[in-house]
């Protein structure tokens, strides 16, 4: 699996959607992304990631794609 | 010779006297008299002085009868806050249930209470096609039920779990709402200079009680519709320079999580906590952190049943009784009778109602509430909670009956056995039937995925409350009825 789709799949797990249904999702978009559902993606991508996320990116992270330039852009991940 | 007048009911002629006059009281009517002092801020940069929060209220009164039973659909935007306002103003009777409750919800509360008018905080086109007769469609819907009779002391209907959309609610009255208000903003010490951010919703008992508290003491509301999990929340504190912010257990755990935000806010200096306990830990943190930087923290315990406050721990005594659900309010007297918290006040309830007729009911409770938790008290009068008489769970500070989740299940799914137990923070769903020899095709079909999604849809709580665990067949007592202990057992056996 690489980056990408691991990145897509904490957004399935952590909101029980489909894979095309994440790349556009934005916070508060579906019932599920609220700030319960945000609890459980962080822990997700700190998971696949093996990172620990700054409470500044957290509150930050509100998009699919915010999300990706942020792990590419500060944690260093290959997104 | 002084006449004194006979007591009579008012008349409509009263009432609008009531309605314009100045020296008419509703519940908040007198909080115009903060005149051009600021109410309420949105998140959009709105502001709304006391004054004019008046007259945008008084607009909405003239369309409401007294009597009436109006739901409210509702978010924490002015709109909605505009709308309950009125509601007391023209001495008609709310209904609070949360904006996105599911459509089956809706009709089934509209079949029990009549309501005349359905005030919806976003656009319900589903409403419509459900409603037969609804009015032109739009946030303000008017039913083909037009007045029915409550008791005249009936103010105001809350659900007695949270967000559920159940059909028990909880008929609190005018003097219940005042005199738990005023019990808050003495022990918060709130005056003007408050500027309390609105976390919880509002149909919420407890975020209710924010607002009634921040107006009630002519403070600031700062209403946001962001979740504390976003950027945007934060920059509207700190813009706003809010003072206080109310959380459940959720919220700390959050809070927490992104290392208590609220420390860069010099301004916010009160931190509440209720909805169900908070870990000793967790208190002892929260409160070490408030000691150090002169904040306050309190931490708090209420039922809906008690308009809702029931008791606090003083911030000073925070860290060393964390656990304790403290001390009664100012006006509330607690005692254990056999082994039950009961309380007493002029905050207790009238009652409980379930359909329209319920509304004429009187003062049922007559002021003494059994909780329902069972606990005992230490040598300092400090309240202390064991454990819970009755079937609930909390999943995010919202009380969900666990009978009432079992009835929804049956509802929706006929063929399958199934029971609800709480287990911490969770909701466990047992089913039976899935792989066991014998079972119908229609049980088999039911996946458990779709049990956990429907009750976190109808529910409103994010599907992450829920579990499910598949049973052969579901442990009973000899005379067939479920055995919840043999079941909790046999779950913490697989845990």
Redesign the interface.
């Known amino acids: 699996m690489d980056n990408l789709e691991k990145y897509t799949q904490a957004f399935c797990e952590a909101f029980e959607v489909e894979p095309e249904q994440a790349k556009n999702l934005k916070y508060q978009d579906i019932p599920a992304w609220d700030s319960v559902g945000h609890m459980g993606l962080i822990s997700c991508l700190e998971d696949a990631f093996d990172i620990v996320m700054d409470p500044a990116d957290i509150i930050e992270l509100g998009s699919f794609d915010l999300g990706r330039t942020m792990l590419r852009d500060k944690y260093g991940v290959q997104l | 010779m002084k006449r004194s007048p006979k007591p009579s009911a008012p008349s409509a002629g009263d009432l609008l006297v009531k309605l314009f006059s100045p020296a008419g009281h509703t519940l908040f009517s007198h909080t115009r008299w903060f005149g051009k002092r600021p109410a309420v801020i949105d998140d959009q940069g709105s502001m709304l002085t006391y004054e004019s929060l008046d007259h945008l209220c008084l607009a909405q009164a003239v369309r409401l009868i007294p009597g009436q039973v109006a739901l409210l659909l509702c978010a924490n935007t002015l709109d909605c806050l505009i709308f309950y306002l009125a509601c007391h103003r023209a001495y008609a009777v709310p209904l609070l249930m949360p904006a ?1 409750l599911g459509s089956e919800q809706v009709r089934r509360l509209c079949e029990h209470y009549h309501p005349a008018v359905i005030f919806c905080a976003t656009a319900r086109p589903d409403l419509e096609a459900l409603l037969p007769g609804l009015g032109r469609p739009g946030k303000f819907l008017l039913t083909h039920w037009r007045y029915e009779q409550a008791h005249p002391d009936l103010r105001l209907l809350l659900s007695t779990s949270g967000s559920t959309g159940a059909l028990k609610t909880v008929r609190l009255s005018a003097q219940n709402l005042e005199s738990n208000a005023n019990s808050i903003i003495s022990y918060l010490q709130l005056d003007g200079r408050e500027r309390a951010l609105t976390v919880l919703p509002m149909h919420y008992s407890y975020g209710l009680s924010v607002i009634h508290t921040t107006l009630l003491s002519g403070g600031i509301l700062l209403m946001t519709t962001h ?5 945007q ?2 920059d509207f504190a700190s813009e706003y320079g809010a003072t206080s912010l109310s959380g459940v257990p ?1 919220t700390y ?2 809070l927490e ?3 208590n ?1 609220w420390q860069k806010l010099p301004k916010l200096t009160t931190l509440c906590q209720a909805g169900g306990a908070l870990s000793v830990p967790a208190i002892r943190r929260v409160g070490r952190l408030c000691e150090e930087s002169g904040r306050r923290f309190f931490v708090m315990y209420g039922q809906t049943e008690a308009s809702p406050r029931l008791s606090y721990v003083p911030p000073s005594r925070c860290v060393e009784k964390a656990g304790s659900i403290g001390i009664p309010i100012p006006g509330v007297s607690m005692s254990i009778e056999e082994g039950e918290l009961v309380c007493r006040g002029e905050n207790i309830a009238l009652g409980y109602a379930e359909n329209s007729a319920d509304l004429l009911l009187g003062d049922d409770f007559q002021g003494v509430l059994y909780t329902g938790d069972l606990g005992f008290a230490d040598d300092e009068g400090y309240f202390y909670l064991t454990a819970r008489r009755n079937r609930f769970v909390k999943l ?1 500070g919202n009380r969900v009956s666990l009978d009432e989740c079992e009835r929804l299940l049956t509802e929706r799914f006929p063929q399958l056995v199934s029971a609800c137990v709480g287990m911490d923070d969770r909701l466990v769903i047992c089913r039976e039937g899935k792989g066991a020899d014998g079972a119908v095709p229609e049980v088999k079909s039911v996946q458990s ?1 779709e049990l956990k ?1 429907y009750l ?2 109808t529910l ?1 709580l ?4 829920f579990l499910v665990c598949e049973f052969d067949t579901l442990p009973r007592t000899s005379s067939g009825k479920l055995a919840y202990a043999q079941l909790m057992a046999a779950l913490e056996d697989q845990a």
């Open positions: 996105d979740s504390l999990m976003q950027k929340f934060w959720y755990t959050m999580r992104l290392k935000p995010y995925a999604r976190s849809r409103g994010n599907a992450k409350a």
